[in-house]
């Protein structure tokens, strides 16, 4: 089976930096990949980690080990737009995807 | 390429009815997924079609709900005899079936069933 953890709400101000983190416990591992979803939206693609290491996109990195079964993401900047749920999800036996539970991010001015 | 398209976007039933949702994938994407989202809870697995085949389903999805992609393009999800618990965002996702594009799944703005 499949199995993710994340913290299930992190609160941040305006203009720090936030990292939430995801473990995750996996057959057919193939890489790991974060979501982030608006109350009402859809979930729309941040970035996706197929080899270990730091992936960056603008204010938003996301990083893997998978001899540890590990990744985070990590944004920079906080903007009150950043207020969401984010979403890690495994990719697993090459086209599966299982989500974890979210986290919902709350940023103060 | 308008990205994944799903209607009703709203849905309200009462139980024992029948519900069909529709989902339009992005035109090039041979992967579909059915994903269903309650309150607080990140997506969660239903099925899932290569193309016109269904692949899996999960062991969530009793027998009354039902997945078809005829022709490989759109997909239906049908929900017979609903019950409240069925009340949810149904979501759709797409995808290209490749290593390295595959990475990312493109959701639909779901279709949102209360039962009442």
């Known amino acids: 089976g499949q199995s993710l953890e994340q913290p299930s709400e992190v609160t941040a101000v305006e203009g720090a930096i936030v990292q939430i983190n995801c473990t995750y416990q996996?057959?057919?591992?193939?890489?790991l990949s974060w979501y982030q979803q608006h109350d009402g939206g859809a979930p729309t693609f941040l970035s996706y980690n197929g080899l270990d290491g730091l992936e960056e996109t603008g204010r938003f990195s996301s990083f893997l080990s998978r001899s540890d079964s590990y990744g985070y993401l990590l944004l920079q900047e906080l903007q009150m737009k950043d207020s969401a749920s984010y979403f890690c999800a495994v990719r697993y036996n090459f086209n599966k995807f299982y989500f974890g539970s979210g986290t919902k991010l709350n940023v103060k001015p | 390429d308008t990205g994944v398209s799903q209607n009703p976007r709203h849905k309200i039933t009462k139980r024992g009815q029948n519900v069909t949702f529709r989902c339009d994938p992005i035109?090039?994407?041979?992967?579909l997924y059915w994903y269903r989202q309650t309150l607080g809870q990140g997506p969660e697995f239903l099925t899932y079609f290569q193309n016109e085949a269904q692949l899996e389903k999960s062991r969530l999805l009793s027998d009354r709900f039902s997945a078809e992609r005829p022709k490989g393009s759109f997909s239906t999800l049908e929900i017979q005899r609903t019950e409240q618990g069925d009340s949810a965002m149904y979501l759709c996702a797409s995808s290209i079936d490749s290593f390295s594009s595959g990475n990312t799944i493109y959701f639909g703005e779901g279709s949102w069933l209360t039962v009442v």
């Open positions: 996996t057959s057919g591992f193939y890489g």
């Open positions: 035109s090039e994407h041979n992967r």
